[in-house]
T-cell receptor, first 118, second 109 residues
Framework: DTAVSQTPKYLVTQMGNDKSIKCEQN?????MYWYKQDSKKFLKIMFS???????INETVPNRFSPKSPDKAHLNLHINSLELGDSAVYFC?????????????????FGPGTRLLVL | RKEVEQDPGPFNVPEGATVAFNCTYS??????FFWYRQDCRKEPKLLMS???SGNEDGRFTAQLNRASQYISLLIRDSKLSDSATYLC??????????FGAGTRLAVHP
């Protein structure tokens, strides 16, 4: 009964390939996120979806395209993979308690997908 | 100036010690604040939320100083199992959480 799950857990691929990472949450949350954690362990937000609608799109190359078929799923597709894309990608979900005050329920993270581009 | 700044450490302390981590943030309009813990090769997990002036949970105490835009985490009676990276997290509004780079803690026997 994992709350936030991601697949695959590990992904090793060649430069130039296209790959997808899938994320699912069974918490009933409205908001889902993708984060990237690089080799320096810095965790940075990439995208956020609320009820299938994109609400945060940070400065991310357009090779990265998130897709949310429903509010329980948020997938990440990456085209033309580059060496610098190697990182751990975390999916997360949360519920907004008070949108005006920006109060969020706890963000729950998935176990991460370790991507290595060779 | 970075949006959220933390001392990267590492803090090497003996079991039983008291250790404090500091964090500063740049956006004075930030509403909510959190401390997350991340173990090696694991996902971040919420340790404490800090909504008002601070709160305490067992050996852990979080303090917020809005005037100075400063958050702290105090760990008393450190355990070996407290060894991890502690992430300061600030809600910048519009569901956007900004994570600090983390402070590493190593508790030794």
């Amino acid at each position: 009964d994992t709350a936030v799950s991601q697949t695959p857990k590990y992904l090793v691929t060649q430069m130039g390939n296209d790959k997808s990472i899938k994320c699912e949450q069974n918490l009933g949350h409205d908001t889902m996120y993708w984060y990237k954690q690089d080799s320096k362990k810095f965790l940075k937000i990439m995208f956020s979806y609320n009820n299938k609608e994109l609400i945060i799109n940070e400065t991310v190359p357009n090779r990265f395209s998130p897709k949310s078929p429903d509010k329980a799923h948020l997938n990440l597709h990456i085209n033309s993979l580059e060496l610098g894309d190697s990182a751990v990608y975390f999916c997360a979900s949360s519920q907004v308690l008070d949108r005006d005050r920006g109060l969020l329920e706890t963000q729950y993270f998935g176990p991460g997908t370790r991507l290595l581009v060779l | 100036r970075k949006e959220v700044e933390q001392d990267p450490g590492p803090f090497n302390v003996p079991e039983g010690a008291t250790v404090a981590f500091n964090c500063t943030y740049s956006n004075s309009a930030s509403q909510s604040f959190f401390w997350y813990r991340q173990d090696c090769r694991k996902e971040p997990k919420l340790l404490m939320s800090v909504y008002s002036s601070g709160n305490e949970d067992g050996r852990f105490t979080a303090q917020l100083n809005r005037a100075s835009q400063y958050i702290s985490l105090l760990i008393r009676d450190s355990k070996l199992s407290d060894s991890a990276t502690y992430l300061c997290v600030v809600n910048m509004g519009a569901n956007k959480l900004i994570f600090g780079a983390g402070t590493r803690l190593a508790v030794h026997p």
